[in-house]
């Protein structure tokens, strides 16, 4: 996704400083990143398919020295996650 979408996606969901932002399935994590930017000291759970999408994505983070953000193992449809806590 580029830059543009991405501000268009991130402007239409309101995502304020301190939310908690979900992002379903976080994959390469542009999304992850540009929503963690925007929350400030709140989080980003970043919901991955596999171990090894969640090891690359944590690698990304690691390197843009991006903290507040969550990350599980899961799918769309399989939230690890209890109902309304996002």
């Known amino acids: 996704m580029d830059a543009a979408a991405l501000d268009r996606v991130l402007e239409h969901a309101a995502i304020r400083v301190g939310e908690t932002v979900l992002d379903v399935p976080a994959r390469a994590g542009s999304l992850t990143f ?3 930017e925007r929350v400030g000291d709140g989080w980003v759970i970043a919901v991955v ?3 090894s999408h969640l090891e690359d994505l944590r690698r990304a983070a690691r390197d843009a020295g991006a903290p507040g ?4 193992l899961g799918e769309a ?10």
Request: aromatic share 4%.
């Open 34 to 36: 540009a929503a963690h």
């Open 49 to 51: 398919p596999s171990v």
């Open 69 to 72: 953000i969550q990350y599980l």
């Open 77 to 86: 449809d399989v939230l690890p996650l209890p109902d309304a806590s996002v």
